[in-house]
């Protein structure tokens, strides 16, 4: 334990090494967090004491590994994914497989060469294949590491990423395989389609595996409206209940993670609540953290403490052998893929591809688990893993980025997913899938589009709870994007600027046609007293009309009375929003209102609660006492913003002179009653009918007559 | 017969040259629009509507429009043919193919240019050059036509949304009385930049003829 948290809190030494920018920019973490260990271990070592087996691989492979491995499961980019699948499968079986025989294959062949009798010519030619086949495994943490800071494009990085999380079925059966058999001592042809068939049995169980928990998850997840506050647990038990599963028949844990992850993840997001998806996000991304530096640390220390056999000869060839043995696998493989794929890989790609597979942990783990009586060499197996992995890790690591410069090769689209590119994803698809099908042959997009339909209608309803089974993609993302632009605008809070994304003064008046559709035209411009009492008697009706209403909306959802965090929220966003009352200055997504968070957080906890008509009409008489205040349409909060919208162009057709603020609409009114908007869900479909009912001037000028409600 | 058969092969040579299908691909292109037109010369709207498959899709009106819109011709006409021939089925069926190797930075430039034509044109059904906030509207209507009311509902706010969005990135400083007309061709581009259309827009076309595998599956 002492040892442990002596690492930990080095470890949190490490964000200390990027307060000296030049030094992070050259050199990447890893390298650094490897230098650290060495550090600590040299002054273990010096201090006398005796260095605890701290990269012990049982703890390596039961807690170190799976967070990390989950963090990448779970947000892994599905599409991406998928597009490149058979790519990423070809690299990760056939190029591991060719890199272990090769490595083994002529590392044999170098041993034998030895003309002097040392350890080297009694190595036989199955430990030399298992040695292959650990040593040629491309490590996921390492990549990680490595990748995440040269911000290299999204094909590139999912292949090499894939790749290294794939081939973890492949390591495991060929480790097992040649485990059993240098024990056995002979091996027959019906060994090795044993061993074919050992993978296949490894990596699909592995992955049914992990798809069954993750589906247990989602179902899960479904029920757990009442017990919010546990809900980040559930996936956490379930994916490392995978992972242990796995590992217990044998099978490949890391691909049950992987699969758990990406199955669970979009029906559990649809269904937990907003806090709980933040407290996975955190609390993935910091144990993963954590266990990243804790592993290169570790590395470090056993480098320094490990008894070691240094073998020129042996380590050089593993070394160079790797490299070439990489290098003409890429190659090879990449001629074969490209005559499949429709977008094909060049020559940079391969070579970033390459360059890319990086040895790791992993590595060092599988060999430490060795069994010393059968394998003499042990030592000098991991000397030689270790140097691969120090090899890879820095020269490799700290090169690659310069290299990506040098070439320019593309690198990842920064921007922010807008809302003209979901559509237009979303448009292609279909487009792809039409054109398939006038093509006449089942193509991709084909199989695609019947797994997203067979999804919507079957599965979708059983695993996310209530109403948003049923929302189409498009509009979840619109949500989505709602809610962050909403955070955001809160969050520049201090400021009475918005920070749009994109500093414009456009608005939504510079959209809308000039020529206002005939029906509007029948609203002609009453005086103002006139207009008043309509209001009074529309406010009436309104009341009467909530009972109709009431029928369910998603958009009306109630927040989660019990999330009291967003009445400050609300509160900072109805304050920024008055100040900014008198300025134009409009978000890029205008029709994002400052309150939509409360509404998109309704739908994001999707809290039964909120479905029941009881709840409703609980809160309805909160805003019943706003709505008879004289300046309750401007306190009503949730407006519905799909249907603001609406109202405003219906509203703004009509040219009063005082039209210009018209535009300002938008935004006060919405968020002053944010406040009371906590429990407002509801009134959206009125507040719609309120706005529908009463004219945009009068109330404008209530706007500025109002005091400012807090 | 043999005389047919060579002025096909001719005609399919020529068109192999002009577009850059291979032979093969060209072929088997041919047997479906065969397949399609029910062995006559010419397809209708009418044979692309009754492909089954299609029903599911929710902007397979535009798709079937866009193979009669004589814009996508590139011969310089407008409005929309009442039938196509196998040439113009070609021409439209070479927008989606992939950028090859070969290709420089240009010609991919070229190629992006070329497909994004073809997506705008799809939406500017009026053809005045721009996408107006109504034709935009249709189109995201369209998209979420199959997901009922409340699908509706949503297009409108995100059309609005959407095209805000072209606004403010190529606009961006723009009065209150000023009034944005339509997304233009260029800002079209503009805004899918990101997407990079010359790789995501293709779909493979057959080198192999696997029609006759299908027993009775393919319409």
Same mark, same amino acid.
């Given at each position: 334990?002492?040892?442990?948290?002596?690492?930990?809190?080095?470890?949190?030494?490490?964000?200390?090494?990027?307060?000296?920018?030049?030094?992070?920019?050259?050199?990447?973490?890893?390298?650094?967090?490897?230098?650290?260990?060495?550090?600590?271990?040299?002054?273990?070592?010096?201090?006398?004491?005796?260095?605890?087996?701290?990269?012990?691989?049982?703890?390596?492979?039961?807690?170190?590994?799976?967070?990390?491995?989950?963090?990448?499961?779970?947000?892994?980019?599905?599409?991406?994914?998928?597009?490149?699948?058979?790519?990423?499968?070809?690299?990760?079986?056939?190029?591991?497989?060719?890199?272990?025989?090769?490595?083994?294959?002529?590392?044999?062949?170098?041993?034998?060469?030895?003309?002097?009798?040392?350890?080297?010519?009694?190595?036989?030619?199955?430990?030399?294949?298992?040695?292959?086949?650990?040593?040629?495994?491309?490590?996921?943490?390492?990549?990680?590491?490595?990748?995440?800071?040269?911000?290299?494009?999204?094909?590139?990085?999912?292949?090499?990423?894939?790749?290294?999380?794939?081939?973890?079925?492949?390591?495991?059966?060929?480790?097992?395989?040649?485990?059993?058999?240098?024990?056995?001592?002979?091996?027959?042809?019906?060994?090795?389609?044993?061993?074919?068939?050992?993978?296949?049995?490894?990596?699909?169980?592995?992955?049914?595996?992990?798809?069954?928990?993750?589906?247990?998850?989602?179902?899960?997840?479904?029920?757990?409206?009442?017990?919010?506050?546990?809900?980040?647990?559930?996936?956490?038990?379930?994916?490392?209940?995978?992972?242990?599963?796995?590992?217990?028949?044998?099978?490949?844990?890391?691909?049950?993670?992987?699969?758990?992850?990406?199955?669970?993840?979009?029906?559990?997001?649809?269904?937990?609540?907003?806090?709980?998806?933040?407290?996975?996000?955190?609390?993935?991304?910091?144990?993963?953290?954590?266990?990243?530096?804790?592993?290169?640390?570790?590395?470090?220390?056993?480098?320094?403490?490990?008894?070691?056999?240094?073998?020129?000869?042996?380590?050089?060839?593993?070394?160079?052998?790797?490299?070439?043995?990489?290098?003409?696998?890429?190659?090879?493989?990449?001629?074969?893929?490209?005559?499949?794929?429709?977008?094909?890989?060049?020559?940079?790609?391969?070579?970033?591809?390459?360059?890319?597979?990086?040895?790791?942990?992993?590595?060092?783990?599988?060999?430490?688990?060795?069994?010393?009586?059968?394998?003499?060499?042990?030592?000098?197996?991991?000397?030689?893993?270790?140097?691969?992995?120090?090899?890879?890790?820095?020269?490799?690591?700290?090169?690659?980025?310069?290299?990506?410069?040098?070439?320019?090769?593309?690198?990842?689209?920064?921007?922010?997913?807008?809302?003209?590119?979901?559509?237009?994803?979303?448009?292609?698809?279909?487009?792809?899938?039409?054109?398939?099908?006038?093509?006449?042959?089942?193509?991709?997009?084909?199989?695609?589009?019947?797994?997203?339909?067979?999804?919507?209608?079957?599965?979708?309803?059983?695993?996310?709870?209530?109403?948003?089974?049923?929302?189409?993609?498009?509009?979840?993302?619109?949500?989505?994007?709602?809610?962050?632009?909403?955070?955001?605008?809160?969050?520049?809070?201090?400021?009475?600027?918005?920070?749009?994304?994109?500093?414009?003064?456009?608005?939504?008046?510079?959209?809308?046609?000039?020529?206002?559709?005939?029906?509007?035209?029948?609203?002609?411009?009453?005086?103002?007293?006139?207009?008043?009492?309509?209001?009074?008697?529309?406010?009436?009706?309104?009341?009467?009309?909530?009972?109709?209403?009431?029928?369910?909306?998603?958009?009306?959802?109630?927040?989660?009375?019990?999330?009291?965090?967003?009445?400050?929220?609300?509160?900072?966003?109805?304050?920024?929003?008055?100040?900014?009352?008198?300025?134009?200055?409009?978000?890029?997504?205008?029709?994002?209102?400052?309150?939509?968070?409360?509404?998109?957080?309704?739908?994001?906890?999707?809290?039964?609660?909120?479905?029941?008509?009881?709840?409703?009409?609980?809160?309805?008489?909160?805003?019943?006492?706003?709505?008879?205040?004289?300046?309750?349409?401007?306190?009503?909060?949730?407006?519905?913003?799909?249907?603001?919208?609406?109202?405003?162009?219906?509203?703004?057709?009509?040219?009063?002179?005082?039209?210009?603020?018209?535009?300002?609409?938008?935004?006060?009114?919405?968020?002053?009653?944010?406040?009371?908007?906590?429990?407002?869900?509801?009134?959206?479909?009125?507040?719609?009918?309120?706005?529908?009912?009463?004219?945009?001037?009068?109330?404008?000028?209530?706007?500025?007559?109002?005091?400012?409600?807090? | 017969?043999?005389?047919?058969?060579?002025?096909?092969?001719?005609?399919?040579?020529?068109?192999?040259?002009?577009?850059?299908?291979?032979?093969?691909?060209?072929?088997?292109?041919?047997?479906?629009?065969?397949?399609?037109?029910?062995?006559?010369?010419?397809?209708?709207?009418?044979?692309?509507?009754?492909?089954?498959?299609?029903?599911?899709?929710?902007?397979?009106?535009?798709?079937?429009?866009?193979?009669?819109?004589?814009?996508?011709?590139?011969?310089?006409?407008?409005?929309?043919?009442?039938?196509?021939?196998?040439?113009?089925?070609?021409?439209?069926?070479?927008?989606?193919?992939?950028?090859?190797?070969?290709?420089?930075?240009?010609?991919? !430039?070229?190629?992006? &240019?070329?497909?994004? +034509? *073809? %997506?705008?044109?799809?939406?500017? =059904?009026?053809?005045? @050059?721009?996408?107006?906030?109504?034709?935009?509207?249709?189109?995201?209507?369209?998209?979420?036509?199959?997901?009922?009311?409340?699908?509706?509902?949503?297009?409108?706010?995100?059309?609005?949304?959407?095209?805000?969005?072209?606004?403010?990135?190529?606009?961006?400083?723009?009065?209150?009385?000023?009034?944005?007309?339509?997304?233009?061709?260029?800002?079209?581009?503009?805004?899918?930049?990101?997407? !990079?259309?010359?790789? &995501?827009?293709?779909? +493979? *076309? %057959?080198?192999?003829?696997?029609? =006759?595998?299908?027993? @009775?599956?393919?319409?």
């Amino acid at each position: 334990p002492l040892s442990v948290s002596l690492s930990l809190s080095l470890s949190s030494v490490f964000p200390g090494f990027h307060l000296i920018p030049r030094l992070s920019s050259i050199v990447p973490e890893s390298c650094l967090l490897i230098t650290v260990g060495l550090l600590v271990g040299g002054l273990i070592k010096l201090a006398g004491e005796k260095v605890p087996p701290v990269l012990d691989s049982k703890l390596f492979f039961l807690c170190l590994l799976p967070p990390i491995i989950l963090d990448a499961g779970y947000f892994l980019p599905i599409r991406p994914f998928m597009e490149n699948l058979g790519t990423i499968l070809m690299f990760a079986v056939v190029g591991t497989l060719w890199n272990a025989f090769f490595v083994g294959g002529l590392l044999y062949a170098v041993c034998q060469m030895q003309s002097a009798p040392s350890d080297l010519l009694n190595l036989e030619l199955l430990p030399c294949l298992l040695f292959g086949s650990v040593v040629s495994a491309v490590d996921p943490v390492a990549v990680l590491a490595v990748f995440e800071e040269i911000h290299i494009n999204e094909l590139l990085h999912i292949l090499v990423f894939g790749e290294s999380l794939l081939n973890d079925a492949v390591t495991v059966v060929l480790y097992h395989l040649f485990d059993e058999y240098s024990s056995v001592g002979t091996v027959t042809v019906v060994d090795a389609v044993l061993g074919v068939l050992c993978f296949l049995v490894v990596a699909v169980g592995g992955v049914l595996v992990g798809a069954i928990y993750g589906i247990l998850a989602a179902f899960t997840s479904r029920f757990t409206s009442h017990t919010r506050v546990i809900e980040p647990l559930f996936v956490f038990v379930y994916s490392y209940m995978a992972y242990l599963s796995a590992e217990m028949f044998h099978l490949s844990g890391i691909m049950a993670l992987i699969a758990c992850g990406a199955v669970m993840r979009p029906y559990v997001e649809a269904n937990i609540s907003h806090k709980s998806h933040t407290t996975i996000k955190y609390f993935l991304k910091m144990w993963s953290s954590v266990s990243e530096t804790l592993i290169f640390i570790f590395l470090g220390v056993a480098t320094v403490d490990g008894d070691h056999s240094w073998n020129w000869t042996f380590v050089t060839v593993t070394v160079i052998l790797c490299l070439v043995a990489r290098i003409i696998g890429v190659v090879g493989l990449t001629f074969i893929i490209n005559k499949f794929r429709i977008v094909k890989l060049t020559t940079k790609d391969q070579f970033i591809i390459a360059y890319g597979g990086l040895r790791g942990a992993i590595a060092f783990s599988l060999g430490y688990l060795l069994d010393n009586d059968r394998y003499p060499m042990r030592r000098m197996f991991l000397t030689a893993i270790i140097t691969v992995v120090f090899f890879t890790v820095f020269v490799q690591g700290m090169t690659i980025k310069p290299l990506v410069e040098l070439l320019a090769v593309k690198k990842k689209q920064e921007a922010k997913r807008s809302i003209n590119e979901e559509i237009h994803t979303q448009f292609l698809d279909h487009l792809l899938t039409g054109i398939e099908d006038i093509c006449g042959h089942y193509g991709h997009h084909h199989w695609k589009d019947k797994l997203n339909r067979f999804n919507k209608k079957y599965i979708k309803k059983c695993l996310i709870a209530g109403e948003r089974s049923r929302e189409p993609q498009l509009i979840a993302f619109y949500h989505k994007m709602e809610m962050k632009q909403a955070i955001e605008l809160v969050e520049s809070g201090g400021g009475v600027k918005l920070p749009p994304s994109v500093p414009s003064t456009v608005s939504m008046q510079n959209i809308q046609p000039k020529k206002p559709p005939p029906v509007e035209r029948a609203l002609p411009q009453i005086p103002k007293g006139r207009e008043d009492e309509i209001r009074k008697i529309l406010r009436g009706n309104l009341q009467k009309t909530r009972q109709r209403l009431r029928s369910y909306n998603r958009h009306t959802l109630v927040a989660d009375p019990f999330e009291d965090g967003w009445s400050d929220l609300l509160l900072k966003k109805s304050k920024m929003i008055e100040l900014e009352k008198k300025m134009n200055n409009y978000l890029t997504v205008p029709a994002a209102p400052p309150d939509s968070p409360t509404i998109t957080r309704a739908r994001l906890s999707s809290d039964p609660q909120t479905y029941q008509m009881k709840q409703m009409s609980d809160s309805v008489p909160t805003i019943q006492v706003d709505l008879a205040s004289p300046q309750s349409p401007d306190s009503l909060s949730l407006l519905d913003e799909l249907q603001r919208a609406d109202q405003r162009r219906e509203l703004r057709r009509r040219p009063p002179p005082d039209e210009e603020e018209g535009g300002l609409m938008m935004r006060p009114p919405q968020a002053r009653g944010g406040d009371q908007g906590e429990e407002g869900g509801p009134s959206a479909k009125e507040q719609r009918l309120q706005r529908c009912l009463s004219d945009p001037g009068p109330s404008a000028e209530d706007d500025e007559d109002e005091p400012f409600l807090s | 017969m043999g005389a047919s058969q060579t002025r096909t092969e001719d005609v399919f040579q020529e068109l192999s040259d002009k577009t850059g299908f291979s032979l093969e691909q060209i072929r088997i292109l041919h047997k479906r629009f065969r397949q399609l037109s029910g062995e006559e010369d010419t397809i209708s709207k009418e044979n692309l509507e009754k492909i089954q498959a299609l029903d599911k899709n929710p902007i397979r009106n535009q798709i079937i429009e866009a193979f009669f819109d004589k814009r996508n011709q590139n011969d310089g006409e407008v409005g929309s043919s009442r039938e196509i021939g196998f040439q113009q089925f070609v021409k439209v069926m070479c927008h989606f193919k992939p950028p090859t190797l070969k290709m420089t930075t240009e010609d991919k !430039e070229a190629m992006r &240019r070329e497909k994004l +034509r *073809f %997506l705008f044109n799809m939406h500017d =059904t009026d053809n005045d @050059g721009t996408i107006t906030l109504d034709e935009y509207r249709k189109v995201v209507e369209e998209l979420l036509s199959k997901s009922g009311a409340i699908g509706l509902e949503a297009a409108k706010a995100i059309a609005d949304a959407a095209m805000l969005e072209v606004a403010s990135i190529n606009v961006p400083h723009m009065e209150p009385h000023e009034f944005y007309e339509g997304i233009t061709f260029e800002h079209f581009e503009q805004i899918l930049k990101g997407l !990079e259309m010359e790789s &995501r827009m293709n779909i +493979r *076309f %057959l080198d192999v003829d696997t029609s =006759t595998m299908h027993c @009775g599956k393919s319409q």
